[in-house]
């Protein structure tokens, strides 16, 4: 595909890393032998930097400016692309395709590749892939109202369309 070039930032679909942000490091657009379908080399962020204030001590702060990163092969089904782009010079080398061959190799790709990111997120740049998506849940988790009258809303909502479904089914 040829918008899903290196550096592209896309969001994973499906999956244990489903709403998490990748970049595309290396896209392989007719497969291989192993996956059979256009798939792409991806590395992001499984657990992302924790909200700072001037009050917290700078090994409290240095300590929730940490990041957990992945690296994954992912199916072009799975990935959603977004407008944004990562210029990630220091991972071309590190991460590829052989890096999955041994744990060893995983484990130091890993380990760039948090480092990399994390140079980035506090020099500031690319502040939107440094924060979780904005999901339904998450606003409802940290919603201000009462949360009996959401549930309550819900419940009204339900007895409203079991209701037409009686009514349509009565015609």
Known sequence: MKFLKVGRVAIITHGRYAGKKVVII???DSGNKAHPFGHALVAGIERYPSKITR???KTRQEKRNKIKPFVKLVNYNHLMPTR????LEGLKGV????????????????????????ERYTSG???????PLNTIE??????????????DAAADVAAAVMLE??????K
């Not at 052989?98 to 480092?115: P, S």
């Not at 998450?138 to 549930?151: E, G, I, K, P, Q």
């Open 125 to 131: 740049k690319n502040r939107w892939f440094f924060t």
């Open 84 to 87: 944004y782009t990562l210029e």
């Open 165 to 170: 479904n009686e009514n349509d089914r009565e």
């Open 95 to 118: 991460v590829s395709n052989d890096t999955f061959k041994e744990v060893t190799q995983r484990e130091d790709a890993k380990k760039t590749v948090k480092k990399v990111l994390e």
């Open 55 to 57: 009050r917290m001590s």
């Open 138 to 151: 998450n606003s409802m988790m940290f919603a201000t109202r009462d949360t009996s009258t959401m549930v």
């Open 26 to 28: 290396q896209p392989v």
